[in-house]
């Protein structure tokens, strides 16, 4: 486990799929991101697929190659590649593993940088290849909702900035996961640039909403003197997700860069809609800050 602080937060690492455990506000002593065991994760890096794939597998030039749901690298123990007493990279490069169900050799290289503000993520992928290689990354943040014990799941808000006059996400359909349908509609909740939150909306799992132009998203609720607050300029795609059914007191805001499959469309990994493409050599570097208020 990494551990980084400065003056207002600590945070935690776990090197396994380089995956953020904890983001302590010392001034309050609380930890916004979610630990139990409703759902025993807290924040997954999903590289180099978002979602699940139709029957957990892909085309690559008529070769089939197994993908599990929202990709590999939480399996694999990242390397320490620099570390400072307020900043962490650890890094991810193919090996042979890897390279049995992605064919290709990258290195994902993710920052964590404390601010006095709160935390700042950069995200680095590089095409070591000899060929262009595909991929989707996505960072699956949950947070404690409420945050700090004060009021209810209910009682909270997302503001959408710019404000904007209607929000579209990607239907999803659950086969049994969930998949998109491959239509759109209107986010529910939403009005003059705020989602109210409740369980309902959350019935059939994600919320995947497309993000031409929005800057940034901030929970927040008039029961709280906290509130958080993630931009979203680099990445195309913003989801929100609480587990199903279960009244589970957590919220995931997730930047996303990539899409899960429609169900029952396969296509070559090449052609996959919402993936990024890079050419050899290339790199593509995506960041976000969570602001804690």
């Known amino acids: 486990m990494q551990t980084i602080e400065n003056d207002f937060f600590k945070a935690e690492i776990d090197e396994q799929g380089a995956q953020l455990t904890h983001l302590y506000q010392k001034t309050d002593h609380y930890d916004y991101i979610w630990n139990n065991?409703?759902?025993?994760?807290?924040?997954?890096?999903?590289?180099?697929?978002?979602?699940?794939?139709?029957?957990?597998?892909?085309?690559y030039k008529g070769t089939t190659y197994q993908m599990p749901q929202?990709?590999?690298v939480s399996?694999?123990?990242?390397?320490?590649?620099?570390?400072?007493k307020d900043t962490v990279t650890l890094q991810l490069t193919a090996n042979s593993q890897t390279l049995q169900?992605?064919?290709?050799?990258?290195?994902?290289?993710?920052?964590?940088k404390l601010q006095a503000s709160g935390l700042h993520l950069?995200?680095?992928?590089?095409?070591?290849?000899?060929?262009?290689?595909?991929?989707?990354?996505?960072?699956?943040?949950?947070f404690n909702v409420p945050i700090a014990n004060q009021g209810e799941f209910t009682d909270y808000q997302l503001e959408i900035t710019p404000q904007?006059?209607?929000?579209?996400?990607?239907?999803i359909i659950k086969k049994p996961y969930p998949f998109r349908q491959g239509t759109t509609s209107l986010v529910p909740?939403?009005?003059?640039?705020?989602?109210?939150?409740?369980?309902?909306?959350?019935?059939?799992?994600?919320?995947?909403?497309?993000?031409?132009?929005?800057?940034?998203?901030?929970?927040?609720?008039?029961?709280?003197?906290?509130?958080i607050q993630l931009s979203l300029h680099d990445f195309r795609y913003v989801c929100?997700?609480?587990?199903?059914?279960?009244?589970?007191?957590?919220?995931?805001?997730?930047?996303?860069?990539?899409?899960?499959?429609?169900?029952?469309?396969?296509?070559?990994?090449?052609?996959?809609?919402?993936?990024?493409?890079?050419?050899?050599?290339?790199?593509?570097?995506?960041?976000?800050?969570?602001?804690?208020h």
């Open 240 to 292: 929100l997700w609480t587990k199903e059914d279960a009244q589970a007191p957590f919220l995931c805001i997730e930047p996303f860069e990539g899409l899960p499959d429609v169900y029952g469309k396969p296509v070559d990994i090449m052609q996959k809609e919402g993936n990024d493409l890079l050419s050899q050599g290339e790199s593509k570097n995506l960041q976000y800050d969570i602001t804690i």
């Open 37 to 59: 065991d409703i759902w025993p994760k807290h924040a997954p890096v999903l590289f180099p697929a978002i979602g699940r794939s139709n029957k957990d597998s892909y085309l």
């Open 122 to 142: 950069q995200f680095s992928v590089i095409n070591n290849d000899n060929q262009d290689m595909s991929f989707s990354l996505g960072s699956h943040p949950a």
């Open 164 to 171: 904007v006059e209607q929000l579209t996400q990607f239907d």
């Open 70 to 72: 929202h990709g590999f």
């Open 75 to 84: 399996d694999y123990t990242f390397n320490v590649l620099s570390k400072a």
């Open 101 to 112: 169900n992605y064919p290709f050799n990258f290195t994902l290289s993710i920052t964590f």
């Open 189 to 227: 909740n939403y009005q003059n640039g705020i989602i109210k939150l409740d369980y309902q909306m959350f019935h059939k799992g994600l919320i995947i909403i497309e993000n031409p132009g929005l800057e940034s998203i901030k929970l927040s609720s008039q029961q709280s003197s906290h509130s």
